[in-house]
C-alpha cells in the first residue's frame, strides 16, 4: 500500500491567518491526491482533487498544489468555520489510503 | 437531490458479523462506484473497499481481506458492507461514499453508522 504521511498533525492559528498543511506520499503519486474537511460528527467534505482542483461549492481560500510525493493545502484566510481536520488521500493506486489527519483548532 | 442513507447503530459482540446497509437516490445507482470507509474513535479515516453497483465487483484494503464482503441489489439501489469476526477495535462509524466517477474518489458521503463490539 502506499503510505501518507501529514505535517503537522495539529496546529494552532487564528482568523485570518493563512494555514499550510503537506502531505507526503511514500512513492511518487502524481497528481492523484484529494483533500477533505472533517468535522466533529459530520461526514467528511471533498475539497481539492487531482491535486490543486478545486470541488465546486468550495471556497476560494482553499487551495492545492504539489505533484510526485509532496502535497500542499492552503487556506488563504482562515475563517471560523474552517477549525476541523484535513486528511489528505491518494488515489493512484486501485487500493486508497488516507493520510493520519491535520487537525486546525483556534489559537 | 443526491443522497445516501445508511442504517441505524449497531452494538455486536466479539466475533460476530455487522451488516451495514446504503441506498442511494438522486442518481443512476449503477453509474458509480460505492466506497466504504471507516473511522475509529480518536483515529483517523480508514479506507475499507468499493465496490462497482454496475458489475458488482469489489476491491478490498489489504487489513479487510477475508473479512469483508461487499454487495448490492441494484432493484432497491443499496449497497452493503458486511464485516466478519468483529474485535474491540472494530467499533468505529462507518460511511459509504459515491465516487466522482472515476472510481477513486470518495465524493458524497452518507452520515455514517455506529457500530459498537462489546462483549
Known amino acids: 500500500d502506499i503510505q501518507m504521511t501529514q505535517s503537522p498533525s495539529s496546529l494552532s492559528a487564528s482568523v485570518g491567518d493563512r494555514v499550510t498543511i503537506t502531505c507526503r506520499a511514500s512513492?511518487?503519486?502524481?497528481?492523484?491526491l484529494n483533500w477533505y474537511q472533517r468535522k466533529p460528527g459530520k461526514a467528511p467534505n471533498l475539497l481539492i482533487y487531482a491535486a490543486s482542483s478545486l470541488q465546486s461549492g468550495v471556497p476560494s481560500r482553499f487551495s492545492g498544489s504539489g505533484s510526485g510525493t509532496d502535497f500542499t493545502l492552503t487556506i488563504s484566510s482562515l475563517q471560523p468555520e474552517d477549525f476541523a481536520t484535513y486528511y489528505c488521500q491518494q488515489s493512484y493506486s486501485t487500493l486508497l489510503t488516507f493520510g493520519p489527519g491535520t487537525k486546525v483548532d483556534i489559537k | 437531490q443526491v443522497q445516501l442513507v445508511q442504517s441505524g447503530t449497531e452494538v455486536k459482540k466479539p466475533g460476530a458479523s455487522v451488516k451495514v446497509s446504503c441506498k442511494a437516490s438522486?442518481?443512476?445507482?449503477?453509474?458509480?462506484?460505492i466506497h466504504w470507509v471507516r473511522q475509529a474513535p480518536g483515529q483517523g479515516l480508514e479506507w475499507m473497499g468499493r465496490i462497482n453497483p454496475n458489475s458488482g465487483g469489489a476491491n478490498f484494503a489489504q487489513n479487510f481481506q477475508g473479512r469483508v464482503t461487499m454487495t448490492r441489489d441494484t432493484s432497491i439501489s443499496t449497497a452493503y458492507m458486511e464485516l466478519s469476526r468483529l474485535r474491540s477495535d472494530d467499533t468505529a462509524v462507518y460511511y459509504c461514499?459515491?465516487?466522482?466517477?472515476?472510481?477513486?474518489?470518495?465524493?458524497?458521503w452518507g452520515r455514517g453508522t455506529l457500530v459498537t463490539v462489546s462483549s
Open positions: 512513492q511518487s503519486i502524481a497528481s492523484y
Open positions: 438522486g442518481y443512476t445507482f449503477t453509474g458509480y462506484y
Open positions: 461514499a459515491r465516487d466522482v466517477g472515476s472510481g477513486w474518489i470518495p465524493e458524497l
